[in-house]
């Protein structure tokens, strides 16, 4: 029978997060593969764990995965870790899991901290609906879509940055999406943390020239969906009804439920609709 992947969520600042369950797997699994072994012997020293522990990296995870799946499809158990939060939220070991899936190997998660989380529960925006973008591409094409996805995104937005590239960032997002909320959350967990409620304009002046340091998440507000609405309706109210139903044809739908469309739209009956395409 083969052996379990346990993905074990670690401490982002502060080693008392650190969950039971998490500390009894690291005790009790065969192998525990971290992102970076100096950063997990810290927390092995700290809670006194002595089991094995290799790495498991973005640059030796194609060499490293299957010699993983051979030990755990052998019966060993496994545990994942990397320098901190949840493995797979913008760090290693989503392709791990991929391959223990393509396999049958069980893998099972075991929650506990996460940047993003802990960010927008305590940013106070609307938290019902959101979207996490983790760090911006840096390939500049790839981030001008993501930048122009979330210009449109009613949803709260949250990103990861580096501290170097935190003032480049925030005069990106204010140029692409103007003035908004924003939370910049810094040293989540740790004796320093702070939660700076802005706008993205100030945000951006306010690091212009500062020296910025600590780990850093973007909390910020989503685009007010009645000016989405506002600028849709300002895009056909130019159109006459005829051309704002081919406008919807022309996006793939069939000519009933353009009309639909067209007429909810306007907010107007589709025997509205129907009448003026007569
Ligand atoms: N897997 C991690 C998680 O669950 O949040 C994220 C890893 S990602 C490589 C590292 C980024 O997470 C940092 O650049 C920063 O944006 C964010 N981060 C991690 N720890 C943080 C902390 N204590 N305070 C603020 N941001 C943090």
Redesign the pocket.
Known sequence: MSGTLYLC?TP??NLSDVTLRVLDTLRSVDLVVAEDTRVTRKLFAHFDIHTPLESYHEHNADEKGPQLITRLLLGEDIALV??????????PGEKMVRLCIEEDIPVTSLPG???????LTLSGMDARRFVFE??LPRDKKEQKEVLASLANETRTAI?????HRLKKTLELLYKTLGDREIAL??????KF?TVERTTLEEAAEQTEGAEVR?????VIAGRPADEKKAEERAAWEMLSIEEHVALYETDGHDRKEAMRLAAKDRGISRRDVYNALL
Do not use: M, N, Q
């Open positions: 969520a982002i600042g990397t320098d901190a939060g949840t493995p797979a939220i913008s760090d901290p996460c940047a993003c989380i802990t960010a983790g760090f990103l990861y940055e580096a501290p959350c810094r040293e989540l967990t740790k943390e600590g780990e850093y998440v973007l």
